[in-house]
């Protein structure tokens, strides 16, 4: 027996968009440990209605984040195509930290949740590090990044930057070029 998910009421689907508006608004303004309740209060839905539309912090951050992880990936896709591997990769970590440093305190949510498979976040997140790992894979065949890097290793160094920028470092570029300088089979 197939089950088809049933269309949103209007209603329902206007409540879902005032959420993730809120959501995003809060994130924006307090991080992603912003109350849920005030989420829920800005977006004039009791906190109930923002349960049983995301039932855990990590789905409504998944659902605030999804079109730009779409985006991510497709660009990832895009960049596989580049005739310079390195640039490719380079452009897409670039992309990646920008990401990360959406709102405060997402590089520590994405790297908890990509070790914790049964995250929201942890399908969205192990899609992102694979498309890394498909770049990097073409930058060191290019032989323009060491060969004892891995996907996972990306995804901790931009981590690692977004982290390190909401916490004071004001110059994210910097660690950045750091960061690829290290990961170069010759420095530059």
Same mark, same amino acid.
């Given at each position: 027996?197939?089950? !088809?998910?049933?269309?949103?009421?209007?209603? %329902?689907?206007?409540?879902?968009?005032? /959420?993730?508006?809120?959501? @995003?608004?809060?994130?924006? #303004?307090?991080?992603?440990?912003?109350?849920?309740?005030?989420?829920?209060?800005?977006?004039?839905?009791? *906190?109930?209605?923002?349960?049983?539309?995301?039932?855990?912090?990590?789905? /409504?951050?998944?659902?605030?984040?999804?079109?730009?992880?779409?985006?991510?990936?497709?660009?990832?896709?895009?960049?596989?195509?580049?005739?310079?591997?390195?640039?490719?990769?380079?452009?897409?970590?670039?992309?990646?930290?920008?990401?990360?440093?959406?709102?405060?305190?997402? %590089?520590?949510?994405?790297?908890?949740? *990509?070790?914790?498979?049964?995250?929201?976040?942890?399908?969205?997140?192990? !899609?992102?590090?694979?498309? #890394?790992?498909?770049?990097?894979?073409?930058?060191?065949? %290019? #032989?323009?990044?060491?060969?004892?890097?891995?996907?996972?290793?990306?995804?901790?160094?931009?981590?690692?930057?977004?982290?390190?920028?909401?916490?004071?470092?004001?110059?994210?570029?910097?660690?950045?070029?750091?960061?690829?300088?290290?990961? @170069? !089979?010759?420095?530059?």
């Amino acid at each position: 027996m197939t089950t !088809t998910q049933r269309p949103m009421r209007a209603d %329902a689907r206007r409540n879902y968009e005032r /959420l993730l508006a809120a959501a @995003r608004d809060a994130f924006a #303004g307090h991080g992603t440990e912003a109350s849920l309740e005030d989420i829920a209060r800005s977006a004039e839905v009791g *906190i109930g209605t923002l349960y049983r539309h995301f039932p855990t912090r990590r789905a /409504l951050l998944e659902a605030v984040l999804h079109d730009s992880m779409v985006t991510l990936n497709a660009r990832a896709h895009d960049l596989l195509d580049s005739p310079s591997p390195e640039e490719a990769l380079l452009t897409w970590l670039r992309l990646l930290v920008t990401h990360a440093t959406t709102y405060r305190g997402l %590089a520590a949510t994405l790297m908890g949740s *990509i070790c914790d498979p049964d995250s929201e976040l942890y399908g969205s997140c192990a !899609t992102v590090q694979g498309n #890394g790992a498909k770049l990097l894979a073409g930058a060191q065949r %290019a #032989g323009a990044i060491r060969p004892d890097v891995t996907g996972a290793d990306l995804v901790k160094l931009v981590n690692a930057i977004a982290w390190a920028s909401e916490h004071g470092e004001d110059d994210a570029g910097r660690l950045f070029d750091l960061v690829v300088n290290g990961l @170069r !089979t010759r420095a530059r």
